[in-house]
């Protein structure tokens, strides 16, 4: 299963980023999907993540500013972020756990988007 990452770039203190992220590759069905995040010098945490059912879990840093949500029919997972600081600047991985159509259970990490945020 491959997991493709898009939407990440340079902004400004105060705005916006949409990261989204796209399932592929024999699945039948995925369980929770989430959004990691990687700064320089420090261990990848977990940003927020969505089980199948919808329910949503953040990291303290960006409640209220983060938004997490998924198209189950697209096998794809988003990550609004608003007001945007720039101790958001990392690497955002995505990540999604389910079963393959041969029932194989699997864990997939996407490659990786570069979020920058100025000041």
């Known amino acids: 299963v491959q997991l493709q990452a898009s939407g990440g770039g340079l902004v400004q203190a105060g705005g916006s980023l949409r990261l989204s992220c796209a399932a592929s590759?024999?699945?039948?069905?995925?369980?929770?999907m989430g959004w990691y995040r990687q700064a320089p010098g420090k261990e990848r945490e977990l940003v927020a993540s969505?089980?199948?059912?919808?329910?949503?879990n953040y990291t303290d840093s960006v409640k209220g500013r983060f938004t997490i949500s998924r198209d189950n029919a697209k096998n794809t997972v988003y990550l609004q972020m608003n007001s945007l600081k720039p101790e958001d600047t990392a690497v955002y991985y995505c990540?999604?756990?389910?079963?393959?159509?041969?029932?194989?259970?699997?864990?997939?990490w996407g490659q990786g988007t570069q979020v920058t945020v100025s000041s």
């Open positions: 990540n999604a756990d389910g079963l393959t159509g041969g029932f194989r259970w699997f864990a997939s």
């Open positions: 969505i089980t199948s059912g919808g329910s949503t």
């Open positions: 590759g024999g699945i039948f069905s995925i369980n929770d």
